[in-house]
């Protein structure tokens, strides 16, 4: 049986579809654009996009009773593989200061990503 996830330190799902879903041994998250979720904003800065992005992420996750270190996939969705390198380098400052491995990935280049974000990430979780 699965559980929703909800947490007001990530931004409430802009669309009919939830945060994120507890499956007891997984954890899978909604793609999460780099809204602030005390803010409604956020930054035009390419790095910045992916880190908001990744803190997102990482309060769904810890809303499950989870870690950073317990992400096992991630997928990056990016407006422009130009930027790959600062997004590269802001996931990995994101996963090395929360003291994880680094998951499996995928990153991939779309045409349009809500809000006209740059960045969007979704993760995959494991209890251990």
Excluded: W
Excluded at 88 to 107: I, K, L, M, Q, V
């Amino acid at each position: 049986m699965s559980h929703i996830i909800n947490t007001d330190k990530a931004p409430a799902a802009i669309g009919p579809y939830v945060q994120g879903v507890d499956l007891g041994s997984m954890i899978i998250t909604s793609g999460q654009i780099p809204i602030d979720p005390k803010t409604g904003e956020f930054p035009v800065d390419v790095a910045a996009q992916a880190r908001q992005s990744l803190e997102n992420v990482k309060a769904i996750v810890e809303a499950a009773g989870l870690k950073v270190a317990d992400i096992v996939k991630t997928t990056v969705f990016v407006k422009d593989l130009n930027d790959f390198g600062t997004v590269n380098a802001a996931y990995e400052d994101f996963f090395n200061e929360n003291n994880a491995t680094f998951p499996a990935r995928s990153c991939v280049e779309v045409a349009r990503l809500p809000k006209d974000a740059k960045v969007e990430i979704e993760v995959i979780a494991v209890r251990r």
